[in-house]
């Protein structure tokens, strides 16, 4: 076979050394570098004059408006234990409406008045406010180039990090990033806002059963996050994985996961020398990673952190995305972060698991052993159910993408549909409220293996359910419909109003009542009859339940273009305005921006399409066929007769190939800005032209097929 880049790539991995210099956590504990780089409160109280760290101490812990005053005492601290560490620059770290992270970077120095030397100075008003340019950023109209200014505003309760690069380090400070006429240009400023209104209503609850300490209540979110890791020489052959992040082409392989060997199997070494650095950059930054194993597809993989506030997870899951790609080119590998980079296998989510609670009450979806006689905690379940039931078509919206939609109601994730799924415990006390009163609930078991040398395990009260977009997991819901490529702000925002909603719609049936039990069995009862129709418990995943969920007149909102008009229905705008977390104007900059990313998305595949299928493929194809005619003919020569069979399927195939791409070009160049046009006219047109070609895959000599298969992607590390 001669050469090819593809050959040389499958060399190169063949005879690739372990990866060296990688960190061996026998000499380096995490816990001595846990935090290292985080100016987090045990830093603060390091560095910070007791009277300044309780000041800001108040703000993180306790919801209290920052004293500017400090400010001044702070930025000086932040810079010396910056500099200390070989800082040279900071920089507002924000999160624009592209869902990824931006930031511009200013050096600490100064020059003397002689200019003679430099030095170094960052004050308090530095610290405290950016100006970024803010029309240059997707904006949905709320900037324009000619009124452009825009400004980040310093998170506190979100530690600033130190980011090293082997030729310097830079301080990192989270921001929210706002307009000059104040709307919200972020993905940060709209989650704190939401666990602000959140925090309130949760509030009124827990005065209304007698709580008279109450700690700030905080929204809780721990993202599991699905990724996909190949090696990179191999990648750099496939234009569509570098530009697009998935594969717009590429046949099934001989063998892809129907054995269910990858799911949790042993940890290819070095993959696994890649995650000892990636917990190592995350331990750094203070990111409570926990668990790491390979997911169902083969080169899937997924990381989890400990639970944090709603907040400081969202930023953390920024970084973890980001170090993912930064540590994996590291050690040749690419991570794929699309939601579905490879037609046939599993696709990669981002499971947000999300709670609310503080250091007095405790976690407040924590039902304990009686569910039934926790009332507390039947308020707070039953807010969320009623949440769910009335802005489930919000739930979908705040998780469509052009990547989610290849995942969504396919037979490895979520539907499109949302729904609820309790577990039999929690589903049979609901069923008893909505029937007149709960009296008694579902015990856990013992299971019994029945080997001797076993132990007995204790059983849960239910099952798990892997195909509910929203799932009760024992003390806390887990978004499941989330997409891996996507910032979890969004999702947070909806889950934290939505329920703020019902938790102030039950406080206000519950205060004043003259007996607040029966007023609560009223109240969840209600909630039952009237959104009891949103729990399913069953498999989501099956065409019986699609068919039952019309029937209950749930909603199904198959794709983005679907979804996203729901951001600026009239009881969407009412819910964000209503609690202040996000304004008409800022709800249709959103929808705007999504639609326009959505189409953005569809546009480079379809070129990419249109460029490989032209450039690569057609090429490929035709000199194959070209090797079998003249072969055919050389053997008539010598009075052998030849099998044109393949030749004509290749020529069939061929001439396909150049009809479909035609036909996506025509429909490509009439789309405009609605999305709608996008997904019904150019995304089944390009899925025309895959068809051709993957079958083209299976007939075109290897050693002329110019895209790196699915079988060496998948299977070579």
């Known amino acids: 076979m001669k050469t090819t880049n593809r050959t040389a790539a499958v060399s190169n991995i063949a005879n690739r050394c372990a990866t060296e210099n990688s960190v061996n956590f026998s000499d380096e ?5 846990f935090g290292i780089n985080s100016f987090n409160l045990a830093t603060m109280k390091e560095v910070l004059s007791p009277e300044t760290f309780e000041s800001i101490k108040k703000t993180i812990l306790e919801g209290m408006k920052l004293d500017e005053s400090i400010a001044d005492d702070v930025a000086e601290a932040m810079k010396n234990w910056a500099m200390e560490r070989g800082a040279t620059h900071f920089t507002h770290v924000f999160y624009p409406l592209t869902g990824f ?78 307009s000059w006429t104040g709307e919200a240009l972020d993905k940060k400023t709209p989650v704190l806002k939401s666990m602000q209104a959140l925090e309130k209503q949760s509030r009124r609850i827990l005065e209304l059963f007698g709580h008279e300490k109450i700690t700030k209540i905080t929204a809780s979110a721990g993202p599991e996050q699905e990724y996909f890791l190949i090696d990179k020489e191999l990648a750099f052959g496939r234009p569509d994985l570098l530009a697009a992040g998935r594969t717009v082409f590429g046949a099934s392989p001989p063998k892809g996961q129907e054995f269910d060997d990858h799911y949790f199997g042993v940890i290819p070494e070095r ?27 083969p080169g899937q993989y997924e990381i989890a952190p400990v639970y944090e506030s709603a907040n400081v997870g969202s930023d953390h899951q920024q970084l973890v995305m980001t170090t993912l790609k930064k540590v994996a080119d590291k050690h040749g590998l690419l991570c794929l972060l699309h939601e579905k980079p490879f037609a046939g296998l599993n696709g990669s989510g981002k499971h947000v698991n999300w709670s609310l609670g503080n250091s007095t009450q405790k976690n407040l979806l924590e039902p304990g052993d009686t569910p039934h006689e926790n009332a507390q905690f039947l308020v ?14 919000l739930l979908r919206a705040v998780v469509a993408s052009a990547g989610n939609d290849h995942r969504l109601g396919a037979n490895e994730a979520p539907p499109a549909i949302i729904s609820i799924f309790l577990g039999e415990q929690l589903s049979d006390v609901f069923d008893q409220i909505k029937g007149g009163g709960a009296t008694n609930s579902k015990q856990r078991g013992v299971l019994n293996i029945g080997v001797d040398t076993l132990p007995d ?31 979890i702000s969004g999702p947070l925002v909806a889950m934290n109003t939505i329920v703020a909603e019902s938790l102030d719609f039950i406080a206000s049936q519950l205060e004043g009542a003259p007996d607040l039990n029966a007023a609560i069995q009223k109240v969840l009862q209600e909630i039952m009859v009237k959104h009891g129709d949103i729990i399913f418990n069953g498999d989501g995943y099956s065409s019986e339940w699609h068919e039952e969920a019309e029937k209950r007149g749930l909603p199904c909102l198959k794709t983005t273009p679907d979804a996203l008009p729901v951001l600026t229905s009239e009881p969407v705008v009412e819910l964000f305005e209503k609690y202040d977390v996000l304004s008409q104007q800022e709800l249709h900059s959103r929808r705007e921006v999504y639609a326009e990313q959505y189409c953005a998305h569809v546009n ?61 070009e025509k429909v490509h160049a009439a789309a405009g800005e609605d999305p709608q046009d996008w997904a019904k006219n150019v995304l089944p047109a390009m899925l025309k032209v895959r068809a051709v070609a993957d079958k083209l895959e299976g007939l075109v000599a290897d050693d002329l097929w110019p895209l790196p298969t699915y079988q060496e992607l998948l299977f070579l590390r």
């Open 457 to 487: 395990l204790p059983k849960d009260a239910g099952d798990r359910n892997r195909t509910s977009p929203f799932a009760f997991t024992g003390n806390r819901f887990e978004f499941r419909a989330v997409g891996s490529n996507q910032s």
């Open 380 to 393: 707070f379940a039953g807010a969320v159910i009623r949440a769910v039931s009335i802005y489930a078509p």
């Open 101 to 178: 992270t931006a930031e511009k970077h200013d050096s600490f120095y100064d020059p003397s008045p002689d200019g003679t030397e430099a030095i170094s100075n960052f004050k308090g008003k530095t610290l405290i406010q950016g100006e970024p340019d803010a029309s240059s950023f997707p904006n949905g109209g709320i900037r324009a180039t000619h009124t452009a200014r825009g400004y980040t505003a310093w998170d506190v309760t979100s530690p600033a990090y130190l980011v090293e690069n082997p030729n310097g380090t830079t301080l990192n400070i989270p921001t929210s990033f706002v």
């Open 271 to 297: 993959v696994m020398s890649c995650m000892y650095d990636i917990d190592r950059e995350l331990y750094k930054l203070g990111i409570p990673t926990k668990t790491r194993h390979n997911e169902v597809a």
């Open 604 to 664: 480079v595949e379809a070129n990419l399409v249109t460029e490989m299928a032209k450039t690569m493929i057609y090429p490929a194809s035709v000199r194959y066929l070209s090797e079998l005619v003249s072969t055919a003919a050389k053997m008539k020569e010598i009075g052998l007769a030849a099998d044109l069979t393949v030749a004509s399927s290749v020529a069939g195939l061929v001439s396909d190939l150049e009809d479909t791409v035609v036909a996506l």
């Open 29 to 33: 504990s995490p816990e001595s570098v």
